[in-house]
């Protein structure tokens, strides 16, 4: 057998354009886990202990930053934003900004616009949501900061 050889001064084919579909698959995947997920402990009700298991940190006695996020899921579907924030005022905080990025990633795929990631913003927003973390986790397990805890 012989190789193909491509005239010189040609450039390589293309490679082809990925279809709608495969471009939607990761999405669409993904916001479907998440709203089984959610369906989920709607259904289940984290609130009763033991329901989903038993928080590692909790059991140590720390509130770690996830600690009372499966219970705000359940108050948000149940639309009690007051009783959400109660549980984990840092995850209702956040969820409208995870909410947008995971409605902006599904529109760009679906309209096959591929945007740069701006590696610095990313470092920054990434820093600044650990140290975020961090003083959340520590406020929430000091007497001053007790009406964080869930």
């Given at each position: 057998?012989?190789?193909?050889?491509?005239?010189?001064?040609?450039?390589?084919?293309?490679?082809?354009?990925?279809?709608?579909?495969?471009?939607?698959a990761?999405?669409?995947?993904?916001?479907?886990?998440l709203?089984?997920?959610?369906v989920?402990?709607?259904?289940?009700?984290?609130?009763d202990?033991?329901?989903w298991?038993?928080c590692?940190?909790?059991?140590?006695?720390?509130?770690?930053?996830?600690?009372?996020?499966?219970r705000?899921?359940?108050?948000?579907?149940?639309?009690?934003?007051?009783a959400?924030?109660s549980?984990?005022l840092?995850?209702?905080?956040?969820?409208?900004?995870?909410?947008?990025?995971?409605?902006?990633?599904?529109?760009?795929?679906?309209?096959?616009?591929?945007?740069?990631?701006d590696?610095?913003?990313?470092?920054?927003?990434t820093?600044?949501?650990?140290a975020?973390?961090?003083?959340?986790?520590v406020?929430?397990?000091?007497?001053?900061?007790s009406?964080?805890?869930?």
């Amino acid at each position: 057998m012989t190789a193909t050889a491509r005239p010189t001064g040609q450039p390589p084919a293309a490679a082809a354009e990925p279809s709608r579909w495969q471009r939607m698959a990761a999405p669409t995947f993904t916001i479907g886990g998440l709203a089984l997920a959610t369906v989920a402990l709607h259904v289940r009700d984290p609130h009763d202990s033991g329901s989903w298991g038993y928080c590692p940190s909790a059991a140590m006695g720390f509130w770690c930053p996830g600690c009372g996020g499966l219970r705000a899921v359940n108050d948000l579907t149940r639309g009690q934003v007051g009783a959400a924030a109660s549980s984990n005022l840092l995850f209702v905080a956040v969820l409208p900004l995870l909410v947008f990025l995971l409605g902006r990633w599904a529109v760009d795929r679906w309209t096959g616009r591929e945007r740069e990631p701006d590696t610095r913003l990313i470092t920054v927003a990434t820093v600044v949501f650990c140290a975020l973390g961090v003083v959340f986790a520590v406020l929430r397990n000091i007497p001053a900061g007790s009406w964080l805890a869930p």
